[in-house]
């Protein structure tokens, strides 16, 4: 009998789900309840627990922290989540202390109940067998030249796990977190094991099978962690659909994810702005090297690829240039990459429905970004089309098909947008304001302001914030 204790601070949850799932038909039994962590590490000291349900958000001792201290004190327990909304993050944090799996509150619907407990009895079932193999975890090993680890990039989905081999040598294997596991075979068992392990990753989408090396004087522990690392880091930029199979050692140094420096953001902005790297191989092949020498995490990635098509968008959406969209979501560089060559072809089209060549098109989007990064500075049609090589005259028409907008109107446009910023964030003065977009004369700036917005600056900072 499995004997399953539920942790919630929500005590109608504990009953609910005490009273309502059909236990018995899995061989289960509730022994007890608790309203958080605490008080379930005091009823774990008295009662022998397999399989513990918890919360993740309580009072006094979260699940999270429940899970740090009973994976030190109970390595055979088994846990599954109890979440109220699906936050991939929260989750996946607990999957790395070792949870089974979770459920969401909103899905203990009553024709789910036998559905989950039929999967969590499978997992557990599918764990125990494995475990009478298994070495402790700070055993180190002397028997193993490889270790074979079968990673998912799909972090998310539930995958059907090819855990059933028909190798009956001296094989281990180990669930390394969700949706990824590894094996070691002896040395007469390595090529069997490596076929049918090959064989199996058409079960699981998006996989890639790591053979990894140099893993004799580590412990079980040292290696799992280490192919977690692995994971998060290096595979997240190694995965190709094309080449799933990949020899590691890990006496290769580690790669850590470290914060970006703001002048390696700057320089992927730059060449996003002002290359043609849509058009051109060379500036695109420059632009990817950016982007992977940064070893950026995935939040990280998400959150430049964000700022870099809201100011896309934010310049050029409403002019011919056109808008375009953003990634929806990604489990490797290989579906980033593909976003970007899609993006290159999305602007490539855009700017194939002008009647301007290539070389002005950049150079107008280029004119944009010199004005947008420097307003403080008075530039002129004439100034930038010299710069940019083209007659002033024939700039100006371009500037104008293009953008919408004379070169002008722009230039006021953008000056008083960024003034609309400060007078609602910052607390400096309207002359202070007027400098930094362009306006040495304050009385002018007011003037220009009005003109635009009908407004006073100081009419626009008091409307702005609710003052009457």
């Known amino acids: 009998m499995i004997k399953v204790l539920i942790v919630d601070d929500d005590k109608l949850v504990r009953k609910g789900i005490s009273s309502a799932m059909p236990w018995n038909e899995f061989n289960m039994e509730v022994v007890g309840e608790a309203s958080n962590g605490a008080k379930a590490l005091d009823f774990l000291k008295s009662q022998q627990v397999d399989l513990m349900l918890t919360d993740l958000a309580m009072p006094v001792m979260s699940g999270i922290e429940l899970m740090r201290a009973t994976k030190q004190l109970y390595p055979e327990l088994h846990i599954v989540v109890l979440t109220l909304h699906q936050d991939f993050d929260y989750i996946q944090e607990a999957l790395r202390l070792g949870a089974i799996d979770y459920i969401a509150k909103v899905q203990l619907e009553k024709e789910q109940f036998e559905h989950v407990l039929h999967r969590i009895h499978t997992r557990i079932m599918g764990?125990?067998?494995?475990?009478?193999?298994?070495?402790?975890?700070?055993?180190?090993?002397?028997?193993?030249?490889?270790?074979?680890?079968?990673?998912?990039?799909?972090?998310k989905s539930e995958q059907k796990w090819p855990l059933e081999l028909t190798t009956d040598g001296d094989v281990?294997?180990?669930?390394?977190?969700?949706?990824?596991?590894?094996?070691?075979?002896?040395?007469?068992?390595?090529d069997p094991?490596?076929?049918?392990?090959?064989?199996?990753?058409?079960?699981?989408?998006?996989?890639?099978?790591?053979?990894?090396?140099?893993?004799?004087?580590?412990?079980?522990?040292?290696?799992?962690?280490w192919i977690m690392n692995y994971t998060e880091a290096s595979?997240?930029?190694?995965?190709?659909?094309?080449?799933?199979?990949?020899?590691?050692?890990?006496?290769?140094?580690?790669?850590?994810?470290?914060?970006?420096?703001?002048?390696?953001?700057?320089?992927?902005?730059?060449?996003?702005f002002q290359t043609p790297w849509t058009h051109h191989d060379t500036y695109y092949d420059q632009l990817?090297?950016?982007?992977?020498?940064?070893?950026?995490?995935?939040?990280?990635?998400?959150?430049?690829?964000?700022?870099?098509?809201?100011?896309?968008?934010?310049?050029?959406?409403?002019?011919?240039?056109?808008?375009?969209?953003?990634?929806?979501?990604?489990?490797?560089?290989?579906?980033?990459?593909?976003?970007?060559?899609?993006?290159?072809?999305?602007?490539?089209?855009?700017?194939?429905?002008?009647?301007?060549?290539?070389?002005?098109?950049?150079?107008?989007?280029?004119?944009?970004?010199?004005?947008?990064?420097?307003?403080?500075?008075?530039?002129?049609?004439?100034?930038?089309?010299?710069?940019?090589?083209?007659?002033?005259?024939?700039?100006?028409?371009?500037?104008?098909?293009?953008?919408?907008?004379?070169?002008?109107?722009?230039?006021?446009?953008?000056?008083?947008?960024?003034?609309?910023?400060?007078?609602?964030?910052?607390?400096?003065?309207?002359?202070?304001?007027?400098?930094r977009v362009g306006y040495t004369d304050e009385k002018y700036f007011s003037r220009i302001f009005r003109e635009t917005t009908g407004l006073l600056p100081s009419e626009y900072r008091q409307q702005g914030r609710g003052v009457k």
């Not at 490596?194 to 990894?212: G, I, R």
């Not at 979501?329 to 060549?357: C, H, N, P």
């Open 288 to 435: 990817i090297e950016q982007f992977t020498s940064l070893r950026l995490n995935k939040g990280q990635l998400m959150g430049l690829l964000y700022s870099l098509v809201m100011e896309w968008n934010h310049l050029f959406a409403q002019t011919t240039l056109g808008r375009i969209s953003m990634i929806h979501g990604f489990d490797s560089w290989y579906e980033v990459e593909r976003w970007i060559k899609q993006t290159a072809i999305v602007i490539r089209k855009a700017d194939e429905q002008t009647s301007y060549s290539q070389e002005i098109i950049h150079a107008v989007k280029k004119a944009v970004m010199i004005m947008q990064d420097d307003l403080e500075q008075a530039y002129t049609a004439s100034g930038l089309s010299q710069q940019l090589n083209i007659s002033r005259s024939y700039f100006s028409q371009c500037f104008k098909d293009l953008m919408g907008k004379t070169f002008n109107e722009y230039s006021r446009f953008i000056r008083v947008e960024k003034s609309k910023e400060y007078l609602l964030n910052t607390n400096n003065t309207i002359f202070w304001i007027a400098e």
């Open 193 to 225: 094991l490596f076929l049918q392990l090959k064989a199996s990753m058409n079960q699981v989408p998006h996989s890639t099978l790591l053979v990894l090396s140099d893993v004799q004087e580590r412990t079980w522990s040292q290696i799992k962690n």
């Open 172 to 190: 281990i294997r180990w669930e390394v977190e969700r949706n990824s596991w590894m094996w070691a075979a002896s040395y007469d068992e390595q």
């Open 235 to 272: 595979l997240f930029y190694a995965y190709n659909p094309e080449h799933r199979v990949l020899a590691v050692s890990m006496n290769e140094e580690e790669t850590f994810l470290k914060e970006p420096q703001d002048e390696d953001i700057d320089r992927i902005k730059h060449s996003w």
């Open 127 to 155: 764990l125990t067998s494995s475990s009478r193999k298994m070495p402790s975890t700070n055993e180190i090993n002397v028997h193993y030249p490889n270790v074979y680890a079968l990673v998912s990039q799909d972090r």
